[in-house]
T-cell receptor
């Protein structure tokens, strides 16, 4: 049973435009959400996170939006750059600390930013 | 942030054999984890590596198949035992300092 779903396996956008990556979750106990970026032959690297007490978190070109009622979050990248081309994983946990800190990942979305 | 060095980066192994994957962190971390990513699938948590005690395994994973060691706060190993082609995956170790960070992964192919 996939508790974190990324329904788009791939996304292609033009350089300078907005990239929107989507993620849905089913476990209502999740209250901390993260996005990771992964280049080929490398491990995932942390990008941005959001706690359920917020509905938006911004870090430079990256913004994550959380809609708790819809159990949906999205990652916006503006403007998109060719170096953003990677697989993006959505992850969730029950709490941001303590023994409950186990990450449940989606399958990932391959973002391609075309020059 | 801390850095994990994971090795080997890839290996091709015969079925029935075992492979041990090592992860070395450049600073002490309280929590370390081992994940598996099968082709086309998400990262799945295998177990939490506990320093000085037995690892805590997730449902579907057992110690006999995936023995884990954690002798100190900077090092851990995962062994994939008695391998079959179904064990062909990317295996990733992870540490936690605030958020989780990952090693570069081990791409295992069992033939």
């Amino acid at each position: 049973d996939q508790q974190v779903k990324q329904n788009s396996p791939s996304l292609s956008v033009q350089e300078g435009r907005i990239s929107i990556l989507n993620c849905d979750y089913t476990n209502s106990m999740f209250d901390y959400f993260l996005w990771y970026k992964k280049y080929p032959a490398e491990g995932p690297t942390f990008l941005i996170s959001i706690s359920s007490i917020k509905d938006k978190n911004e870090d430079g070109r990256f913004t994550v939006f959380l809609n708790k009622s819809a159990k949906h979050l999205s990652l916006h990248i503006v403007p998109s750059q060719p170096g953003d081309s990677a697989v993006y994983f959505c992850a969730a946990s029950e709490g941001s600390g303590g023994s409950n800190y186990k990450l449940t990942f989606g399958k990932g979305t391959l973002l391609t930013v075309n020059p | 942030s801390a850095v994990i060095s994971q090795k080997p980066s890839r290996d091709i192994c015969q079925r029935g054999t075992s492979l041990t994957i090592q992860c070395q962190v450049d600073s002490q971390v309280t929590m370390m984890f081992w994940y598996r990513q099968q082709p086309g699938q998400s990262l799945t948590l295998i177990a939490t590596a506990n320093q000085g005690s037995e690892a805590t395994y997730e449902s579907g994973f057992v110690i006999d198949k995936f023995p884990i060691s954690r002798p100190n706060l900077t090092f851990s190993t995962l062994t994939v035992s008695n391998m079959s082609p179904e064990d062909s995956s990317i295996y990733l170790c992870s540490g936690r300092q605030g958020t989780a960070f990952f090693g570069q992964g081990t791409r295992l192919t069992v033939v």
